[in-house]
């Protein structure tokens, strides 16, 4: 499982707005990568483009060495992609929805139920894994949606702000999650505004500013360069903001 992702260069306009500018990034497995920015800094546009949803202006994703428009469906086939707006079927409850999705990548009856069943230990969904998506928490819906985007055991995982606008005890649950999947050796990119969460999980942060790459490197690399005592501080100061009584 030595999956190694490469985007190069990749820009990406909407009309006027340059929401991704030549952003040049690497995960390896066994990694975790955080993309840090603000909302609307271009982090949900850059993953897209990574997973294939989006197609970039210029710049390409490699996935081992291969392009990913060169076989865009098999790239997909080892990326597990979760999106702040991924919906679930509202009539179908989490077990009956991993279970579709299960079929549709191709997985076989038996270890399709035992992954499922391993996924609702693994993130606490028994109490809710029967009911009704439309009856769910945010919190649940989200490690529902979670399960579904690591239920075919993929090689990397692409996932955007995965904690938004979760509690204390739904967000632990998902961190723990992201960090069992890089001890399991998969690559993980994720996005993230929290700066704790990304100094906590992340082996590697790339801080975004309006669609670029401002400095990207190992947490003490970051600060030693920044000159600045912790993460909040230092991405200000790449973006030229400061906060007053901030320690360098």
């Not at 469906?73 to 707006?85: E, N, P, R, T």
């Not at 400095?215 to 903001?241: M, Q, Y």
């Amino acid at each position: 499982m030595n999956l190694t992702l490469h985007a190069d260069s990749l820009t990406k306009y909407f009309g006027a707005v340059h929401a991704a500018n030549s952003v040049s990034l690497e995960v390896h497995a066994g990694e975790v990568v955080g993309l840090l920015g603000p909302n609307g800094a271009g982090k949900t546009t850059i993953l897209r483009m990574i997973a294939g949803i989006l197609t970039p202006d210029s710049g390409t994703v490699y996935i081992n060495g291969r392009a990913l428009a060169a076989d865009p469906l098999a790239a997909k086939q080892v990326i597990g992609f979760h999106s702040g707006d991924t919906q679930l079927y509202q009539r179908l409850n989490p077990r009956e929805a991993l279970e579709y999705f299960g079929r549709l990548y191709g997985m076989e009856e038996q270890p399709l139920s035992r992954r499922i069943a391993q996924l609702i230990e693994e993130l606490e969904m028994s109490s809710f894994a029967g009911r009704p998506c439309n009856t769910l928490s945010s919190g649940q819906r989200q490690r529902a949606n979670i399960a579904r985007a690591f239920l075919h055991d993929p090689n990397l995982l692409i996932l955007d702000e995965p904690t938004n606008a979760l509690d204390v005890v739904s967000g632990q649950f998902i961190v723990e999650a992201i960090r069992r999947q890089k001890a399991a050796g998969r690559a993980v990119l994720f996005s993230t505004h929290i700066m704790g969460e990304a100094e906590y999980l992340c082996d590697r942060i790339a801080l975004l500013h309006q669609g670029s790459i401002v400095d990207h490197g190992p947490l003490p690399d970051l600060l030693e360069r920044s000159g600045c005592a912790n993460l909040t501080d230092a991405f200000l100061k790449n973006i030229g903001v400061s906060r007053p009584g901030s320690a360098a």
